[in-house]
């Protein structure tokens, strides 16, 4: 006895075009790498805190009604933290929380606009370097192998005993050597890449150097250029950091993580332990999360790695 047939189903009608259409459309490098790092929770969170700190070093200082030099030496002195101040004050009377997000500038400006220079430095040299090769790459990289054997700390605070203490001289001191970094792995990136097809049939259309440069070879190393950007920002805001508890970068009444962590290292025996804690914490945040999110950014953008 044969089955009653059921209105509900309906034969499948079988075409040769439809079983060769593509149901999925194909996923480019950047859209996998996104979605890989979105999968990625720890850079995923290293990013937030980014933008977290970045947005609170805007507007925080706009929050509280005090001024970051504001002095209170009547009343105001080493006040633990409370509704009026949030992270206490300090031994002049200023208010921690507005000091805390002013130094937040100081060295994500610091940080971002070092590893700016070194991008755009270490790119052309290293790009140029690496697609002349020859003659021209063994000077230019003899010239880098040189400025690689100078003490980079030591090379620093010589130029900020030279030039002065200051916001600018900060910058210039820390890419004087920084971008050493970048130029290397610019120019490897470029060796491997120069031969390849596209590359060859870019030189045998008429492409000229700079296009070759800028058009053909620099945006296929991308990824790993953007890995390097990452992890500069927090070796230069360490740096930064670094060179101002040493009183070499930015002077009173200027505020950075590293003058507020040097001028608390006397009170904290006597109990003031907010003065420390608060620069201290949100300076390895900072570290912390460029970290993850560089090492995130890397694993994102890894070819070997696709699926």
Same mark, same amino acid.
């Given at each position: 006895?044969?089955?009653?047939?059921?209105?509900?189903?309906?034969?499948?009608?079988?075409?040769?075009?439809?079983?060769?259409? *593509?149901?999925?459309?194909?996923?480019?490098?950047?859209?996998?790498?996104?979605?890989?790092?979105?999968?990625?929770?720890?850079?995923?969170?290293?990013?937030?805190?980014?933008?977290?700190?970045?947005?609170?070093?805007?507007?925080?200082?706009?929050?509280?009604?005090?001024?970051?030099?504001?002095?209170?030496?009547?009343?105001?002195?080493?006040?633990?933290?409370?509704?009026?101040?949030?992270?206490?004050?300090?031994?002049?009377?200023?208010?921690?929380?507005?000091?805390?997000?002013?130094?937040?500038?100081?060295?994500?400006?610091?940080?971002?606009?070092?590893?700016?220079?070194?991008?755009?430095? =270490?790119?052309?040299?290293?790009? *140029?370097?690496?697609?002349? =090769?020859?003659?021209?790459?063994?000077?230019?990289?003899?010239?880098?192998?040189?400025?690689?054997?100078?003490?980079?700390?030591?090379?620093?605070?010589?130029?900020?005993?030279?030039?002065?203490?200051?916001?600018?001289?900060?910058?210039?001191?820390?890419?004087?050597?920084?971008?050493?970094?970048?130029?290397?792995?610019?120019?490897?990136?470029?060796?491997?890449?120069?031969?390849?097809?596209?590359?060859?049939?870019?030189?045998?259309?008429?492409?000229?150097?700079?296009?070759?440069?800028?058009?053909?070879?620099?945006?296929?190393?991308?990824?790993?250029?953007?890995?390097?950007?990452?992890?500069?920002?927090?070796?230069?805001?360490?740096?930064?950091?670094?060179?101002?508890?040493?009183?070499?970068?930015?002077?009173?009444?200027?505020?950075?993580?590293?003058?507020?962590?040097?001028?608390?290292?006397?009170?904290?025996?006597?109990?003031?332990?907010?003065?420390?804690?608060?620069?201290?914490?949100?300076?390895?945040?900072?570290?912390?999360?460029?970290?993850?999110?560089?090492?995130?950014?890397?694993?994102?953008?890894?070819?070997?790695?696709?699926?």
């Amino acid at each position: 006895m044969e089955p009653a047939f059921n209105p509900r189903f309906q034969p499948a009608v079988r075409s040769r075009n439809a079983s060769e259409k *593509i149901k999925r459309p194909p996923a480019g490098y950047w859209k996998d790498a996104w979605r890989r790092l979105r999968k990625n929770w720890l850079a995923m969170t290293g990013l937030v805190l980014i933008l977290l700190i970045a947005l609170m070093s805007v507007i925080g200082p706009w929050i509280s009604p005090y001024d970051y030099s504001e002095q209170n030496l009547r009343t105001g002195k080493n006040l633990e933290p409370s509704a009026e101040h949030w992270f206490g004050t300090d031994d002049l009377g200023r208010d921690v929380f507005v000091r805390v997000w002013e130094g937040g500038r100081i060295s994500l400006t610091i940080g971002l606009l070092a590893a700016l220079i070194d991008l755009c430095i =270490g790119v052309i040299y290293g790009g *140029i370097a690496g697609y002349r =090769g020859g003659r021209t790459d063994e000077i230019m990289m003899r010239m880098v192998d040189v400025l690689w054997g100078l003490p980079y700390l030591l090379t620093v605070i010589l130029l900020l005993v030279v030039m002065g203490p200051g916001l600018g001289t900060i910058i210039v001191a820390l890419t004087v050597t920084g971008w050493l970094h970048m130029a290397r792995l610019v120019r490897g990136q470029v060796l491997q890449l120069k031969e390849q097809e596209f590359v060859l049939a870019a030189v045998t259309l008429g492409a000229g150097t700079k296009r070759l440069l800028f058009k053909h070879l620099i945006p296929n190393a991308m990824g790993p250029i953007i890995i390097m950007l990452t992890l500069t920002v927090p070796q230069a805001i360490f740096a930064e950091a670094f060179l101002s508890f040493l009183g070499l970068g930015v002077q009173a009444p200027v505020a950075s993580w590293g003058t507020m962590i040097n001028d608390a290292l006397i009170t904290v025996l006597s109990g003031e332990w907010w003065r420390l804690f608060f620069p201290a914490l949100f300076l390895s945040l900072t570290m912390l999360a460029f970290n993850a999110f560089g090492d995130g950014l890397r694993d994102a953008l890894d070819p070997k790695m696709r699926k």
